[in-house]
């Protein structure tokens, strides 16, 4: 598919990059630095990879992957033009500008404002619990068994089984969590596995699996 790179970062570059490794067409957009962008399109070793303006990386999109700072979210999305029906992969956090809190916890979350500044977007929240760093190490695992999981959560199916793709491409077991609202205890556990990832010993190439052990 076609998926477009709101944000080409520590998560968008990464995520972009293996995306296109894994056979999608990525457009990366949105950063301060144009060098950048042509850098990491050109960098792309298998696959096919452009960058360009976000309008341009959500014009043709099958999917969009949302990964700028909460407080970049109006600006971006003043960028991008109409996205009515585009599935809507965010793994932005809603951080405050130190990133040390979330700003929306409990009776909402980062993802639910978002799918209300885009009602007719089909937004998934996805990848907001694993460290940057982990990504290539997943990737280049390809485990046939025992992945790691990776949790998302959306109200729109057909966009959710859009993500459970990219999710799997990567190189994680999807594990669906339900509706977007349980995105306000998706986000908590994100700090948490960054806590663990940046502040505790062992190193920030973290991350988890769930498993059911029946009797
Ligand atoms: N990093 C993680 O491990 C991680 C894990 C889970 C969730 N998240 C969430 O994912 C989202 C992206 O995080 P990230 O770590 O990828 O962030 P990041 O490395 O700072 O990337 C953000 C992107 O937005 C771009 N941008 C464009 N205009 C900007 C402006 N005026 N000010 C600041 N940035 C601007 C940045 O541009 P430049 O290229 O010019 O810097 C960069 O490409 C955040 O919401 C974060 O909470 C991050």
Same mark, same amino acid.
């Given at each position: ?7 080409s ?25 144009e ?23 959500t014009?043709d ?68 619990? +694993?460290?940057?760093?982990? *990504?290539?190490?997943?990737?280049? /695992?390809?485990?046939? !068994?025992?992945? #790691?999981? %990776?949790? =998302? ?26 509706p ?5 205890? +998706?986000?908590?556990?994100? *700090?948490?596995?960054?806590?663990? /990832?940046?502040?505790? !010993?062992?190193g #920030?190439? %973290?991350? =988890?699996?769930?498993?059911?052990f029946?009797?």
């Amino acid at each position: 598919m076609r998926v477009g790179i709101l944000g080409s970062g520590l998560m968008g570059g990464k995520l972009g990059t293996i995306f296109a490794q894994a056979g999608h067409e990525v457009v990366f957009s949105y950063s301060r630095s144009e060098q950048k962008l042509k850098k990491l399109a050109r960098e792309v070793k298998q696959g096919s990879a452009q960058y360009g303006t976000p309008r341009e990386a959500t014009q043709d999109a099958d999917a969009v992957l949302l990964a700028v700072h909460w407080s970049r979210i109006d600006d971006v999305l003043k960028q991008t033009g109409d996205l009515s029906g585009k599935v809507i992969v965010t793994c932005s956090l809603p951080m405050n500008d130190n990133d040390t809190d979330l700003v929306v916890a409990h009776t909402s979350s980062g993802a639910e404002e978002l799918a209300k500044m885009i009602p007719k977007a089909r937004v998934v929240a996805a990848f907001t619990t +694993v460290p940057s760093e982990v *990504l290539f190490g997943v990737y280049e /695992a390809n485990r046939e !068994t025992s992945r #790691p999981s %990776l949790m =998302y959560c959306g109200d729109d199916e057909s966009g959710k089984r859009v993500a459970a793709e990219l999710i799997r491409d990567v190189g994680f077991d999807p594990v669906d969590a339900g509706p977007l609202r349980i995105a306000r205890y +998706v986000e908590p556990f994100a *700090l948490l596995v960054a806590e663990l /990832a940046y502040g505790r !010993t062992g190193g #920030p190439e %973290l991350a =988890y699996r769930f498993e059911r052990f029946r009797a």
